[in-house]
């Protein structure tokens, strides 16, 4: 089975840098993938990381350690619409299905 | 271009009765996924189609949830004998093939009365 843990809220001030945790355990690793959600909208995609080290993509940035079982996403310029749930999720080897953690709440204030 | 789109929105039922959530998927996109998303919580699988056959449906909880896609497009997730406990919102994602990306549509929220 698969278990992803991250924390269930945050808050950060805005125009500052937040490190979003995500730590997992599962039968079996095909890439660790971060989801943006706005309250009552769909998951947006973020970052894919299938491979060890760091994905830089604008102000978002994602790493992954398979040996520690550990990915973090990194929000740098925290601007007020990045207030939002951000969803870390797996996809294991017995499919294409992806197994989400429970999603961390960040609130962003001025 | 066009999304995932899903449709009801919203959809409020009566305990034992049955609903119906349809899911168009992105033009072209083989791959078809199901989840469900309780308030507070990360999305859940259900369901996963390649073309037109379920290639995993071991996230269904119990029998009272089907779910098909007959021409390999749109898909339908049935529940029947609605309880309390299925009121969540009901993702639907699509995507090119598998282990690529998937593209969430906005859900359908269910609430069992």
């Known amino acids: 089975g698969q278990n992803i843990d991250q924390p269930t809220e945050m808050t950060a001030t805005e125009g500052a840098i937040v490190q979003i945790n995500c730590t997992y355990q599962t039968s079996g690793f095909n890439g660790l993938f971060w989801y943006q959600q706005h309250a009552g909208e769909a998951p947006t995609f973020l970052s894919y990381n299938v491979l060890d080290g760091l994905e830089e993509k604008g102000r978002f940035s994602s790493f992954l350690s398979r040996s520690k079982g550990y990915s973090y996403l990194l929000l740098k310029e925290l601007q007020m619409k990045d207030s939002a749930s951000y969803l870390c999720?797996?996809?294991?080897?017995?499919?294409?299905?992806?197994?989400f953690g429970g999603g961390t709440r960040l609130m962003v204030k001025p | 271009g066009a999304g995932v789109s899903q449709t009801p929105s919203n959809k409020v039922t009566e305990k034992g009765k049955y609903v119906e959530l349809r899911c168009d998927p992105i033009?072209?996109?083989?791959?078809l996924y199901w989840y469900r998303q309780s308030l507070g919580q990360g999305p859940e699988f259900l369901i996963y189609?390649?073309?037109?056959?379920?290639?995993?449906d071991s996230g269904l909880p119990n029998d009272r949830f089907f779910a098909v896609r007959p021409e390999g497009s749109v898909s339908t997730l049935k529940i029947q004998r609605t309880e309390r406990g299925d009121s969540a919102v009901y993702l639907c994602?699509?995507?090119?093939?598998?282990?690529?990306?998937?593209?969430f549509g906005p859900g359908t929220r269910l609430t069992v009365t």
């Open positions: 999720a797996v996809r294991g080897n017995a499919g294409n299905m992806l197994t």
């Open positions: 189609f390649q073309g037109t056959g379920a290639a995993d």
């Open positions: 994602a699509s995507s090119s093939g598998q282990g690529t990306r998937q593209y």
């Open positions: 033009s072209g996109h083989t791959a």
